[in-house]
């Protein structure tokens, strides 16, 4: 409740400033890189996602190889490759827009708005920007997905088959078999709230103005709930279905309290192969 009404004076406060301030420089550059930022977060993010795909396919398709593939130093090394090209990828998204100074009734005020580069040319640069965040952010991702989980997903029933022959299943199955099935369910996730938000990115660079002023304007507030929808359940799937999860994040948060008592014990004269999947 403290919450709700510690939002509401400040929209309050926002709507009842002077243009001047409620437009002004400053508040026009802070939305200016909350929209970059949110762009190139969301893309590693997605990319992520499908490094990490990628990592449990090759786990259940090549168990023996995997131990070698999905090193630590692999993963480590894919993740920075992941945040380096998406950074780059979403220069187009970087040089379409800009802040420009606009007066009204004499007052001046500043907003953000598409820049010169990217109205040059047939608003060129616009469009490329457009294509890139529907198919390099959206679509390719969700087509990737879709055949991972399907390659998974047919693994995982014929790793289901082999065992129902068996009567004894040991603990490291049943573990392999959950950690697969909360990945299954968080690239469907991703599929059912990415591909819409994909498709509508998708039309808006096909039919131009008219379908983004009368469609894509009015369905962004709930694109933007779908991904955070996504990441919400995301990180509720990972600590309910995942220990090594809820351990990592633990240790990361408080490393001194739970130290103590997260260890995991082994017998003497024994090793703990681990890979990043």
């Given amino acids: 409740m403290s919450i709700a009404n510690s939002d509401d004076k400040l929209v309050s406060e926002v709507v009842n400033q002077p243009p001047e301030q409620k437009f002004s420089y ?96 047939n608003k060129a640069l616009e469009k490329i920007n457009f294509w890139i965040f529907s198919v390099l952010t959206k679509l390719i991702p969700c087509i990737a997905l879709t055949g991972l989980s399907l390659g998974l997903i047919k693994v995982l029933y014929e790793a289901n088959k082999r065992k129902q022959r068996l009567k004894n299943r040991v603990e490291n199955d049943r573990t392999h078999d959950r950690t697969t099935r909360m990945l299954l369910a968080i690239l469907l996730l991703f599929l059912i709230t990415e591909f819409p938000s994909g498709i509508v990115a998708l039309l808006s660079g096909i039919l131009g103005k008219v379908f983004i002023e009368n469609v894509y304007l009015n369905l962004g507030e709930f694109v933007d709930f779908l991904a955070l929808v996504n990441s919400a359940i995301n990180f509720i799937l990972y600590c309910s279905m995942s220990r090594q999860f809820r351990d990592t994040f633990a240790n990361l948060f408080t490393p001194k309290i739970v130290s103590k008592w997260m260890a995991v014990p082994t017998e003497p004269n024994t090793t703990v192969d681990t890979t990043c999947v």
């Fill in 26 to 121: 400053a508040w026009a550059v802070f939305t200016l890189f909350h929209a970059h930022f949110t762009v190139v977060c969301h893309t590693i993010s997605t990319w992520l996602t499908v490094t990490l795909a990628v990592w449990r396919f090759l786990a259940v398709s090549f168990p023996a190889a995997s131990k070698t593939w999905c090193s630590m130093p692999r993963a480590k090394l894919a993740i920075l490759c992941t945040y380096l090209n998406c950074a780059l990828f979403c220069l187009p998204v970087y040089l379409t827009f800009t802040i420009i100074e606009v007066e009204h009734n004499g007052i001046v005020a500043y907003r953000v708005y598409f820049s010169e580069i990217a109205q040059k040319n």
